[in-house]
């Protein structure tokens, strides 16, 4: 019996060993570079947090709109002079009009406008739609786009911090309009731009709506609501390539001539030219509950 009873207790100490000891640790799953940290889906907000309807008339709103000036070329070798005349920029009739009119102009032979949000519309991802008409004429660019409000990246402004080209129009190109974007990595400049064009009939005519749709890991461009381009984040991307996570403000403007606009000449025949905008709209990014 003695010896049964040492086997016994002997049994159960090896017994209680086993059920006490610690299991082998999981090892960490390894998430790469390339993945999000987290998958989160976005919608953006009913009504818009930042707008100006032009149902005024005048100059634009100040506490919305301020200019650039000046007719320095613009780095484009652009031929306007870019003032805050009310010939050149005004609210009548529930538009605003930015007009390109040929006249000497702060040593330049044509008069424009170009006006900008900076320091008082400046947006971190949002939904930004723009309803407009355009000018038409060869010589004529105007532009409905994006700036970074403040230098964060790199040693230059451009291309460094980005910019979102929402609409570009040529005039010698009258059917088609572009979206673009341009970083560091990716610009015309050194022959990597990333775009796309669409073709409408009637964009100096009619009005049609602009719109850029700006996520933290997507872009995309449209037109009356059909998207024409997208540009996606890689998660491998440095600010090089994605420079898009600090806040930009919007610009609208009609250059003369330049690199771009002046490509097949200017007809000076057509002036003056307008761009007439119906609505400026931006809507919250909110992520879906």
């Not at 984040?233 to 606009?261: C, E, V």
């Amino acid at each position: 019996m003695r010896y049964l009873s040492l086997l016994l207790i002997a049994l159960i100490t090896i017994n209680g060993s086993c059920q006490t000891q610690a299991p082998a640790p999981t090892p960490p799953v390894a998430q790469g570079p390339s993945t999000p940290a987290k998958l989160v889906k976005y919608t953006f907000s009913e009504t818009p947090v930042w707008r100006d309807e032009f149902d005024y008339t005048g100059k634009p709103e100040p506490a919305k709109w301020d200019y650039d000036l000046g007719g320095n070329g613009w780095g484009n070798n652009e031929m306007q002079n870019y003032t805050n005349n009310s010939d050149n920029a005004y609210v009548k009739d529930g538009h605003l009009t930015i007009k390109a009119i040929k006249e000497p102009s702060g040593g330049r032979l044509y008069s424009s406008a170009r006006l900008v949000t900076k320091g008082k519309g400046d947006f971190l991802y949002g939904k930004f739609e723009i309803r407009a008409k355009l000018p038409s004429g060869k010589g004529t660019w105007p532009a409905i786009w994006m700036l970074a409000s403040q230098s964060d990246y790199g040693s230059q402004f451009w291309p460094d911090n980005g910019e979102l080209d929402i609409m570009e129009h040529v005039g010698f190109d009258q059917n088609i309009v572009h979206a673009n974007i341009h970083t560091k990595a990716f610009n015309h400049s050194i022959g990597t731009n990333k775009g796309d064009k669409i073709a409408i009939s009637n964009a100096s005519s009619e009005f049609h709506v602009y719109t850029c749709e700006w996520r933290p890991d997507y872009i995309t461009f449209a037109v009356d609501g059909k998207d024409y381009f997208r540009f996606s984040r890689d998660y491998t991307y440095s600010w090089q390539q994605w420079p898009f996570n600090k806040k930009f403000h919007l610009l609208m403007n009609i250059a003369i001539g330049g690199n771009w606009g002046g490509q097949e000449g200017l007809d000076n025949s057509i002036f003056p030219q307008s761009m007439e905008i119906d609505y400026v709209r931006v809507y919250e990014l909110v992520e879906k509950k």
